[in-house]
């Protein structure tokens, strides 16, 4: 039996988040605080002039039941997550979850992984200064005083390199909700990023095959991150998947359809199937002795999945043992 109007009235004003009851492509019926950020004359009106954002439109006129976030609605940067769920064939209620005391959260926890960083990063680097004088033979005072001083130096290094990735994961984060407004070659991405690796390629004896199309449209995004991105992606690849009888590297930017893509590969010794899920999660480590002999942080990919996250792409991970591993991030082009 199909609910009255007054029912439906009742339902709706008996919740505290902002509520509306869409018939066809109307504004049913609309509770006080949907009105209040809203507008007071949306009821009887097109829905279109009550939700003004593109995306939460198509999902509502499609018809379908779904969940998103967005901003935009009752401010710039105001996050909701906006929920459409099918009531009839013709009528459907939207709710709308205020997610502000959430982002503020969360912008407190990335806030102190940041000053933390920071804090640690000028004793850090004082260490290593000694570490490096202790270490070099002309200022030794003997073997075991050199062997300390280059371990100091070792482990220095891996707790700045860990608390640069937790900074700039906790830069990703701070900016996730902010679209990025630069147009970005990703076959420039991937021929710097290219050239900056070429330097930790010769020392692991590596070579990196490049195959780069050109006249690919551009992308909508950050250029420093997703820099970033083919770095990890190729450091990770020269690390872990490069070794005496498989040394070549191969990068490779395309166009596929509407997509643009860049993807990373080896003929290393691979990934167990079992760990693939896990692979972007922090500090998760396959094989932690041989991370730590790597020089690795356990966070490349964790920025990695972040970065392709703020740029609405998506991150696909194949490998099989003794097959080695191909890593392909992929974005919509402008």
């Given at each position: ?41 949306i ?8 939700i ?15 969940d ?14 906006f ?36 804090e ?25 005083t ?42 420039e ?83 167990s ?21 790597s ?7 964790a920025?990695?999945k ?16 003794g ?12």
């Amino acid at each position: 039996m199909a609910l009255s109007r007054d029912t439906i009235r009742a339902l709706i004003d008996a919740l505290d988040e902002p509520a509306l009851i869409v018939e066809d492509e109307r504004t049913l019926a609309a509770n006080a605080p949907a009105r209040e950020l809203l507008g007071q004359s949306i009821e009887g009106s097109d829905v279109r002039l009550a939700i003004r954002h593109p995306e939460a439109l198509q999902l509502l006129l499609s018809r379908q039941q779904g969940d998103m976030d967005l901003v935009g609605l009752g401010g710039v940067e105001r996050p909701w997550t906006f929920s459409n769920r099918r009531i009839d064939k013709s009528r459907s209620l939207v709710r709308l979850t205020d997610r502000s005391a959430g982002r503020a959260a969360e912008r407190m926890r990335t806030d102190f992984v940041a000053n933390a960083s920071h804090e640690l990063r000028t004793p850090l680097a004082t260490i290593i200064g000694y570490a490096e004088t202790l270490a070099d033979e002309d200022h030794a005072a003997s073997d075991i005083t050199a062997r300390f001083g280059a371990t100091i130096e070792t482990e220095a290094r891996r707790m700045l390199g860990i608390i640069e990735d937790l900074m700039s994961l906790s830069r990703i984060e701070a900016d996730r909700y902010q679209t990025p407004a630069e147009k970005v070659d990703l076959g420039e991405i991937a021929s710097i990023a290219v050239e900056q690796a070429a330097s930790l390629a010769g020392r692991r004896g590596c070579k990196i095959e490049s195959d780069i199309e050109q006249g690919m449209p551009p992308i909508t995004g950050d250029f420093g991150q997703l820099l970033q991105l083919a770095d990890n992606l190729i450091a990770n690849a020269i690390r872990y998947g490069c070794n005496e009888t498989n040394s070549a590297i191969a990068v490779e930017a395309r166009r596929e359809g509407s997509r643009l893509l860049l993807s990373v590969s080896d003929n290393g010794d691979g990934i167990s199937p079992e760990h693939l899920p896990r692979l972007t999660e922090r500090f998760y480590r396959v094989d932690s002795a041989r991370s730590r002999d790597s020089g690795g942080t356990g966070l490349g990919l964790a920025i990695v999945k972040h970065i392709v996250e703020r740029h609405r792409g998506s991150l696909d991970i194949r490998s099989e043992p003794g097959a080695g591993t191909q890593v392909t991030a992929s974005f919509p082009a402008s």
